[in-house]
């Protein structure tokens, strides 16, 4: 197996991973919450909003950085084949299932996971898992 030197970017990842687990860190150090962005998003919709100015901050952070990325000359735009019907009806089941979860793979996956939660681990597992039963189900089964 070949390895893509094109979308082999390891020290772009791993400088990503340590900006995520410093903003996470400093999240929960600072302010007791979570950096789970279902959670977050959810609670900037219910009322009361008392802590909205550090939830809109935290997803003006989430949607600035690929802008800021691109200003500096880093491609940022995934290929997606799909149409925008699927990606609507996939986001939409996402997010009914990280309501059912109680979070999301943010929140598990590098919180809970990172502070040895079981829950946390099980979600994971279990959202990594569906994951790879629907890639080998589509590519495999199906034929896409």
Same mark, same amino acid.
Not at 91 to 98: A, S
Not at 109 to 115: A, E, H, I, K, T
């Given at each position: 197996m070949a390895i893509d030197l094109t979308h082999f970017t390891p020290a772009l990842s791993l400088a990503g991973g340590l900006i995520i687990g410093i903003a996470a860190s400093v999240l929960i150090l600072f302010n007791g919450r979570i950096a789970g962005i279902s959670g977050i998003l959810g609670g900037l919709l219910s009322w009361p909003r008392n802590d909205r100015h550090w939830r809109l901050a935290f997803l003006a952070g989430l949607i600035g950085s690929p802008l800021l990325a @691109?200003?500096? /000359?880093y491609a940022t735009a995934p290929e997606i084949h799909a149409s925008w019907e699927v990606v609507l009806l996939a *986001?939409?089941? =996402? *997010?009914? *299932?990280?309501r059912y979860a109680g979070g999301c793979t943010s929140g598990h /996956? =590098?919180? *809970?996971? @990172?502070?040895g939660a079981v829950r946390s681990i099980v979600a994971t597992l279990t959202f990594m898992a569906a994951g790879f039963i629907t890639v080998y189900i589509q590519r495999h089964l199906l034929g896409a």
């Open positions: @691109s200003l500096l /000359g *986001g939409f089941i =996402v *997010g009914l *299932g990280t /996956g =590098v919180c *809970g996971m @990172s502070r």
